[in-house]
């Protein structure tokens, strides 16, 4: 956990790349503006959530070590 | 009057020429095409996200391999970085300009910004040197050493920026080029009045200026 306190400045670089690739991601995959902005939502979400689940087993797996 | 088929509704016009544009400028493909909105987001995304890396990256993150084209295993494994970045056609181009001019011992035309770092071989007498926080000389083998020094973390931060601009933009010159990925049947579809087009509905997809 304290490696993770100590790497959260590093974080602040995340957002804008999860909004640029969330967005274009999305907007390869549909035409219709609302349904972009919809779709790039649930993408950032659920990347989010993975990255965080991925984040946890990590830490799992560190406090085994 | 009939429905526009899906197909019909996702086919772009001027393919070729909007792929070129979008390579060359992430979203002007799908301005040439009359498909504002696309552009416009397409532009924003991935000339900000391109920007934002070369600021964080102080303008040294985006350079072409100096190393031969062969061995291809070894070029790629120094340049594939650029290779990435190269996906922006207005950054390849004079990333490739500037490799040939740093090739033929010549200045920089578009300023230290493309220009490759000095190379291990023509390190010469003069080393790349930093000044570490204890005010100690840092020798380091060449440009790309001292730039990866410098700037630490933040060379890692942009240089990852500027990589997915660049494969962001070929989703989009794909996009360009043949439509969305995975069309939706549903876009626009539902919304449209009878026998109107959806996507011109949308103001997406009108005919491309002459």
Redesign the interface.
Same mark, same amino acid.
């Given at each position: 956990m304290l490696i993770l306190l100590a790497e959260v400045n590093r974080l602040v670089y995340a957002p804008l790349l999860l909004a640029a690739v969330s967005l274009v991601y999305a907007g390869t995959r549909h035409e219709d503006l609302r349904s972009i902005l919809r779709h790039a939502g649930s993408f950032g979400v659920w990347t989010v959530v993975f990255m965080a689940a991925i984040a946890a087993v990590i830490e799992v797996l560190a406090f085994f070590q | 009057m009939t429905h526009p088929t899906p197909a019909d509704?996702?086919q772009p016009p001027n393919p070729r020429t909007a792929a070129l544009l979008a390579w060359l400028v992430p979203g002007l493909g799908h301005l040439y095409q009359g +498909?504002r909105?696309?552009g416009v987001? *397409?532009m924003t995304?991935?000339i900000?996200?391109f920007a934002?890396g070369m600021v964080?990256g102080e303008g040294k993150v985006v350079y072409a391999s100096t190393l031969p084209f062969t061995p291809v295993r070894s070029y790629v494994y120094d340049g594939w970085p650029f290779l990435c970045q190269s996906g922006i056609g207005a950054v390849a181009i004079p990333g490739w300009i500037e490799r040939a001019r740093y090739l033929a011992d010549e200045p920089s035309m578009f300023g230290p910004t493309f220009y490759p770092p000095v190379s291990a071989d023509r390190v010469g007498a003069n080393p790349p040197v930093s000044i570490d926080e204890s005010q100690n000389r840092v020798i380091h083998p060449d440009g790309a050493a001292k730039r990866r020094y410098d700037l630490g *973390?933040r060379f890692e =931060?942009g240089m =990852?920026?500027t990589v997915?601009?660049g494969l962001?933009n070929l989703? =989009?010159v794909? !996009?360009a080029y043949s439509?969305?990925? =995975?069309p !939706?049947e549903? !876009?626009?579809a539902d919304d449209a009045p009878d026998g109107a087009d959806?996507?011109t509905k949308?103001g !997406? +997809?009108s005919p491309p200026p002459d």
């Open positions: - | 509704a996702i +498909r909105a696309k987001l *397409f995304s991935i900000g996200l934002a964080i *973390f =931060v =990852v920026y997915v601009a962001l989703l =989009v794909y !996009d439509g969305p990925l =995975v !939706d549903k !876009d626009g959806p996507a949308n !997406d +997809r």
